[in-house]
């Protein structure tokens, strides 16, 4: 790998996470970000959920695009339709491997689990590099590659968001906070000083 597709890379996998936080840059999945984030194992666990989810959304969606799509000349009136069927069809599968699997943990998450399918993260995730990337120009592989990367990366800003917030909130719980700001109102304070903060890293790439 040479340099220059090494800083791509880097650039892009750093910028996810810090730079481009879907959350905390781009406003998006904030409905799970304030409903989940309450505690740290359930924040975690729905963050693990979204990586998994946003990753395999990613890749299938820009392989869709790519091999049905564009030869179908659909590409303009029926991407976000499809997307939003796999990643429905996504969010179905992890529902029910979680309620096998951890359940306790999908008791925690509740309704927020099934809400995955309307994370407005996950489809502009799949959304983001779609014109670049689904040009005739780029190869099948380097864009499932590119998608993979952004799906990973995007999904763990997402986690970290979730997870830094939960550790805030938890503290949050034992201060002494007015009534008329307990709940969602000091945490929506407490995020737009993370979103502060998260934004000292945009120099940087």
Known sequence: MDMTAFKEYFTLMFGLVFVQNFVLSQFLG?????????????????????????????????????????????QDYLDIVSFILVIA????????????????????????????????????????KLTQLGSPDVSLGHALFINAL???????????????MSGIRERIELAPVPKCMKGVPIAFIAAAGMALAFFGFAGIV
């Open 30 to 74: 904030l409905c799970p970000f304030i409903g989940v984030s309450k505690r740290r194992d359930s924040a975690l666990g729905m963050g693990m959920a979204v990586v998994f989810v946003m990753t395999l959304a990613c890749v299938v969606t820009m392989a869709f695009y790519k091999l049905v799509l564009v030869p179908l000349g659909a």
């Open 89 to 128: 069809s996504l969010v179905q599968f992890v529902e029910v491997a979680m309620k096998k699997v951890a359940p306790a943990l999908y008791k925690m998450l509740g309704i927020y689990l099934p809400l995955i399918t309307t994370n407005c993260a996950i489809l502009g995730a799949t959304q983001m």
């Open 150 to 164: 952004l799906g990973i990366f995007g999904g763990l800003g997402f986690t970290l968001a979730m997870f830094l």
